[in-house]
């Protein structure tokens, strides 16, 4: 990824205009010129580092994740006068903390992101497990906001295992399958196949 700063100076002036923003950025709603990359890295544990040090203000990060945005795969900072390209080593959050409320079918599960987000798993934030390369295990995320992500932490994966059961689930084409997975707020979300559940973790 090429360095840069954007037009209005780096971090500082991209924060001076959010915070100009009243209430929630409307992201999905602003098109503004490409101005460059920022040398700035979300890597895979949500860690946000910029000129390849850790940005050590919480607050800092949570402002900039507000105006986070995904296009044909690639990620961007965006203001109303402005878009500048960072890189995403993976996810761009981090699920670190988990609620379960209630019991079966119908239980609730909240995640917390590493910006102090909470998730509650359901239509709009749903869940899915993808295959790790290179080994048997699986990759959970859960989805956040307008095509952003948040991988679960491998300890909160454990903990979403451990309610786990298994469900036939009927595909495209009509047939049944059993698989393992996990039901939150009445929906099934499919891990592995059944038969796969050893190399699960």
Sequence with gaps: ????????????????????????PPVHLWNPPFCGDLDMRIAADGT????????????????????LKRENGRYFLVTPVEKVGITVDDA??????????GSGRARGIALRTQTEEWVEVGPDHSLRFEKEAGTDGLKPYIHVRRDLWARVSRA???????????????????????????????????????????GLM
Excluded: H, N
């Design 156 to 198: 909160l994966f454990q903990d979403l295992a451990a309610l786990g059961e298994i469900a036939s689930v009927e595909d495209s084409a009509g047939d049944r399958r059993d698989w393992f997975g996990l039901y939150a707020a009445g929906t099934f979300y499919p891990m592995v196949p059944a038969a796969e559940i050893e």
């Design 48 to 67: 946000w580092f910029y000129m390849k040090t850790p940005i050590g203000r919480p607050a800092l990060v949570k402002l900039f994740s507000s105006v």
């Design 92 to 101: 761009p959050f981090a699920a670190v903390e988990m609620r379960v409320s």
């Design 1 to 24: 990824m090429a360095s840069g700063s954007s037009s209005s100076g780096g971090l500082e002036g991209i924060a001076t205009q959010v915070k100009a923003v009243k209430g929630p």
